[in-house]
Structure formats: C-alpha cells, structure tokens
C-alpha cells in the first residue's frame, strides 16, 4: 500500500524484507522493477521533518541493483542494467514479441499454435526479405492453467531487430486468432 503513491505522515521506518524475490522473476526487467519498487519504497520514509531509515532484507545483498539501491546511484544502476540488456540483446537493443494462446481444449491450442508457429517460421527464416537473420523464436510447451475459464496456454517469444516485422506477424496472429474464434467447432 505503501508503494501505490499513498503519503502516510510520520513515517521514518521502512523495512523491505525478502526485498530480492522480485529479481527472481522470469522477465529481463526484473532488476529495474526491483530497483524501481525499493526506491519508491524507501523514499516513503523520509517524506516529512524527521530523519528516515531504510532496512533491506535480502538474499543477494551482491546483486548490482541491490548495490546501487543502497548507494541512491540511479545513473549507476542504468549504465550496469544497459550492459546487461545489451550483452542478452534484450530491449532496447532488439524488439520483443510476447503471443500467448488459451483454450479450454488442448487440441485447438495446439492447432492455433501450429499456424502461428508456420507464420512465425517466415520471421525466423534466413531467406525472408522482410525480417533480420538474427531474430530468434522460442516455444513453450502447453500447460494447464490454475483459472478455472482457461485450461491450456502456450506461449511464443520471439526477439529481433526489425520491429516491422514482428508488428506484421503480431497482425496476421491477431487475424488468425480472430478466425479461429469464429470457426466452427470440429
């Protein structure tokens, strides 16, 4: 509650702990969500006359955003996570596409994934004009979802360096999407 923005008066004592879980997180912005998450969190603590600590609870009290939190060096912090984005050629270094398809039956999952999987194929094909040769597509495997409306998801990730061409596969897998929902079922 804290973290939403709220000015509660007379604080001067916030603890984070197991302040690094969010580094945990399956996402590249993972250590700029934490950075960002802590330092709004710690700013709350000094809003008014008195002095203001901070405690963090951590696992990884070594990791760069963790370091850099504790020393307020935010332009430290940007230079250290721009060089792990571009190392990973992770945005903004390169473009990212994140398509997701639910269904209640795992064999329309599968066959909705087997057509964006065949369009996908022209993103990462070396032979397409339209798309760089260093544009990657990763696919997950169904699973079955915990939300009682949707049973099954696969998920397709695909990263490159022309933005064009993932805006037109991300069309053509709307529109795909669009005509499955009307198809009639089998």
Known sequence: MITKGHDVSGVTL????????SLNLPDFRAAERTFQLLSQVGGRSW??????????QTYAPDHYAIQHLVRHDYKNFFAAESEFRQALNYPPFSRLVNLRIDGPKLSEVEEN???????????????SPRCSRKSKCWGRRPRRSKSLEIDYRWQ????????LSFVEFARQARQLAAWARRAPPH
């Open 113 to 127: 994934r087997k057509s964006w999987r065949c369009s996908a194929k022209g993103i990462e094909d070396d032979a």
């Open 14 to 21: 916030v603890g984070a702990l197991l302040a690094d879980l």
């Open 47 to 56: 809003r008014g006359d008195n002095p203001g600590r901070v405690i963090v």
């Open 156 to 163: 397709l990730l695909l990263r490159g360096k022309q933005k």
